[in-house]
Nanobody, 114 residues
Framework: QLQLVESGGGLVQPGGSLRLSCAAS????????IGWFRQAPGKEREGVSC????????DYADSLKGRFTISRDNAKNTVYLQMNSLKPEDTAVYYC???????WGQGTQVTVSA
């Protein structure tokens, strides 16, 4: 299975930063595009960002451009999501998955609160 494990979430004050990690242990990430998603309480899951496999093209939800940055380190078999200038409305469970496959992990909770 193309299962990924998310980590790096936590409680942060508004304006703070977090870096989320998305790691694979049973396969090599190099050949896959990876997407980050989030689901806030009472809301549907939404796309946050994605990064292509070898070309390193990236895309972001319009509302997040300029605050979030996706990157990948294929040597570490990991994709990252750097989140800056966090807002309370960024509070959600964040998930990553291989694009085109429906394997979801448990996610990592991000809470932005004073």
């Amino acid at each position: 299975q193309l299962q990924l494990v998310e980590s790096g979430g936590g409680l942060v004050q508004p304006g703070g930063s977090l870096r989320l990690s998305c790691a694979a242990s049973r396969f090599t990430l190099d050949y896959y595009a990876i997407g980050w998603f989030r689901q806030a309480p009472g809301k549907e899951r939404e796309g946050v960002s994605c990064i292509s496999s070898n070309t390193y093209n990236t895309d972001y939800a319009d509302s997040l451009k300029g605050r979030f940055t996706i990157s990948r380190d294929n040597a570490k078999n990991t994709v990252y999501l750097q989140m800056n200038s966090l807002k309370p409305e960024d509070t959600a469970v964040y998930y990553c998955k291989v694009n085109g496959y429906d394997y979801w992990g448990q996610g990592t909770q991000v809470t932005v609160s004073a």
